[in-house]
């Protein structure tokens, strides 16, 4: 390999590939049909539920994820909704990974060890996608940052506790 071939000193080809990225919308749906092809985009995941109100007043929903390595990086809006992440999603998915979300819009109420919490405006929270969850959001916008557990757990003192802990904004 020349000089020419390197930017960096890393080699030209690894420099020039783009991020991958994939983008779902519900926008251009015909309105009765946007829940439906949400809940079912998204079903490989989470179960979501919204009340028929929200589901017949122009829904919206968008997902714009990139992918860098082995770690996602997802913008997420949508409408007021329930999430729930069972043991049949979990069983069929496989996912053992991290998820670290920040509100940007909106917040979340979640259900842990038998009582209910928060995550408001500019919060974080972790989900440990190996455990089952229930949330309910208001319209929101949030960032997801979803990491493998083999690539997190090492740094972690306390792995297996980090399931629905939050950070609030301040």
Excluded: C
Aim: charged content about 25%; hydrophobic content about 40%; cysteine-free.
């Amino acid at each position: 390999m020349s000089e020419v071939d390197l930017i960096d000193g890393a080699p030209r080809a690894e420099i020039s590939q783009p991020i991958p990225q994939a983008v779902f919308s519900v926008d251009g749906v015909a309105p009765d049909e946007r829940f439906s092809l949400w809940k079912e985009s998204i079903s490989f995941m989470f179960q979501v539920e919204a009340d028929h109100a929200v589901r017949s007043d122009e829904f919206t929903a968008e997902v714009d994820a990139h992918m860098f390595g082995q770690i996602i990086l997802a913008r997420t809006k949508s409408r007021k909704q329930f999430w729930e992440r069972s043991e049949l999603t979990i069983a069929k998915d496989g996912m053992d990974h991290f998820m670290i979300q920040l509100f940007e819009t909106g917040d979340m109420i979640f259900e842990h060890d038998g009582a209910q919490h928060s995550v408001a405006q500019d919060g974080l929270i972790i989900f440990d996608l190996a455990r089952t969850s229930k949330s309910w959001t208001n319209t929101f916008s949030n960032l997801s940052l979803i990491i493998p557990r083999e690539l997190l757990e090492p740094k972690l003192v306390y792995p297996d506790g980090q399931h629905m802990r939050r950070l609030p904004a301040a």
